[in-house]
């Protein structure tokens, strides 16, 4: 667990694989008839949405930059659950590939009924001095500019009953000192994410976020030395990451109205530790 990869971060290069089955999950129907748009659906906490989202009965679209080999690994896995599913490739920083992104998942698909914003960049730094204007420009376009960017070409075809769930963070509920720009976004992330549940009640669209803990994906074997990455995770109160299968559960529980149809506007935190809100 303690190999570096080069970013975007590929998941067939990780020495230890992540978990993201869910052997144990066993669907019913939660989301049957349904079509998800899950962005950075390649890998880590994005492929193992798509496969409980699949096996929940929803045909699912994955949306990932440049990771080629692990889109097509998360497609055989979607399919294998029985559903459809589609790869589009490009980068959620372009508001146009957000909208033509959209546009192949009605066409392929027929509809849109949950979009799940996961894409994600993230570089270390030991101070802000340190960040470079391209770095924050990234940053911020990947991982809040394309959130709105895909929520707001996702809306029009979104209907009472949809759901739209975002991918925050523990860093964005706590800080990092080491993340600043990073934890930034995600603290943004949790704003928007209420701010647009305020805005689309009267039109029944439920917004949440997820505030994942440590995860052990691609993410962060892409951005840290091999001696950080052998104590990745320690600092949680459960004393190592969580896999990605073990929170997929809670992105299904959200998305599906009989689970979540009264909730809306949360930060639900899977970290690992008892104190994080």
């Not at 647009?196 to 994942?212: K, T």
């Not at 935190?269 to 008892?274: F, R």
């Amino acid at each position: 667990m303690t190999t570096t990869i080069p970013k975007p971060g590929h998941e067939t290069e990780l020495e230890r694989k992540p978990q993201f089955l869910a052997h144990g999950y066993r669907g019913s129907g939660k989301l049957e008839g349904k079509v998800a748009l899950i962005t950075g659906g390649d890998s880590g906490i994005g492929r193992a949405v798509a496969v409980l989202f699949a096996r929940e009965g929803a045909d699912v679209a994955i949306v990932y930059l440049s990771e080629h080999d692990d889109a097509a690994i998360t497609t055989q896995y979607v399919e294998a659950e029985g559903r459809r599913c589609i790869a589009i490739a490009g980068d959620v920083q372009d508001p146009d590939f957000c909208r033509q992104a959209v546009q192949q998942v009605l066409q392929g698909l027929g509809r849109l009924d949950i979009l799940v914003n996961n894409a994600a960049f993230q570089q270390q730094a030991a101070q802000l001095e340190d960040i470079p204007d391209d770095q924050l420009e990234r940053t911020f376009r990947t991982n809040i500019l394309g959130y709105l960017y895909m929520a707001r070409a996702a809306l029009p075809h979104l209907g009472a009953g949809a759901a739209i769930i975002n991918t925050g963070s523990v860093v964005g509920l706590r800080g990092s000192g080491h993340l600043l720009d990073y934890a930034t976004t995600k603290g943004a992330i949790h704003a928007f994410t209420k701010s647009l549940a305020h805005n689309l009640l009267a039109r029944g669209i439920r917004v949440n976020a997820v505030a994942p803990g440590p995860v052990w994906t691609p993410l962060n074997p892409a951005d840290q030395p091999p001696e950080q990455l052998a104590q990745f995770g320690k600092d949680a109160d459960m004393g190592r990451p969580a896999e990605p299968e073990e929170l997929s559960p809670a992105y299904v529980f959200l998305a599906a109205p009989c689970c979540a149809s009264y909730i809306t506007g949360i930060v639900l935190p899977v970290t690992g530790s008892i104190s994080d809100m």
